[in-house]
């Protein structure tokens, strides 16, 4: 399977959008995941990472945000301010980054160092 057709499966809430801006954000997260991963894995990796961007872009464009308390007798919402940066970027903050960080988990080694006295 390609990106584009994982993408399709794994976030249908994204197949209103043009096949171009798709192909876009799978483009953009093409650059970002390590040419460590190959094959599949790779695929399924972008697809996950692209799915992520287009989650937070919606975010951003919906004006969006987390409810921060809510209160039920006379009715109270409050919402989490935001940064300046808007929504938060971090790969835990969707369902899709949380993928992208898992699959990447087993692929990516973080080097061992000793400090010699």
């Known amino acids: 399977m390609q990106p584009l057709e994982i993408l399709t499966l794994i976030a249908p809430e994204f197949s209103t959008e043009s096949e171009d801006l798709r192909k ?4 953009l997260a093409d650059g970002e995941v ?3 991963i190959s094959g599949l894995a ?3 990796a972008v697809a996950a990472l692209a799915a992520h961007y287009m989650t937070i872009g ?5 004006g969006s945000r987390e409810i ?12 989490a301010k935001r940064d300046s940066g808007g929504a938060k970027n971090d790969l835990s ?3 899709y980054g949380q993928t992208y960080k898992r699959l990447i988990r087993g692929y990516v080694m973080t080097p061992l160092t000793r400090m010699c006295i």
């Open 24 to 27: 876009q954000y799978l483009q």
């Open 34 to 36: 390590t040419a460590k």
């Open 42 to 44: 790779r695929h399924r």
């Open 58 to 62: 919606h975010k951003r464009r919906d």
């Open 68 to 79: 921060s308390s809510i209160t039920e007798g006379e009715v109270s919402i409050t919402y």
């Open 93 to 95: 903050t969707t369902d």
